[in-house]
């Protein structure tokens, strides 16, 4: 069982209950408290240089993508087999 502690009431969350915790008692998603508490402000952006998209978040405890698609990763891999 995964666990943390929020880091801004202090308690201790288990699994399931973080994302219900912090959509009821704070008022925020998963993904914005990743942002602001975990990640930076970067941490949504695609990897692929020539990329602009923001990438998709998995879940508290993994972040997100590094890439916003397939063919944007399928793109990024080649331009550095290239180079």
């Keep these: ?3 943390m502690i929020c880091k801004i009431c202090q308690k201790e969350l288990h699994n399931k209950g973080i994302s219900s915790h ?6 925020i998603t998963s993904e914005e408290y990743y942002i602001k508490y975990i990640g930076n402000v970067n941490c949504n952006s ?3 240089k020539e990329c602009t998209n ?3 978040f998995k ?3 993994e972040g ?4 916003c698609s ?3 990763a399928k793109n990024a891999i ?3 087999n290239t180079s």
């Design 1 to 3: 069982m995964k666990t």
């Design 22 to 27: 912090l959509r009821h008692k704070h008022k």
């Design 46 to 48: 695609c990897k692929n």
């Design 54 to 56: 923001k990438s998709h």
């Design 59 to 61: 879940g508290i405890f």
């Design 64 to 67: 997100f993508f590094e890439y």
């Design 70 to 72: 397939g063919k944007c």
């Design 78 to 80: 080649e331009n550095k």
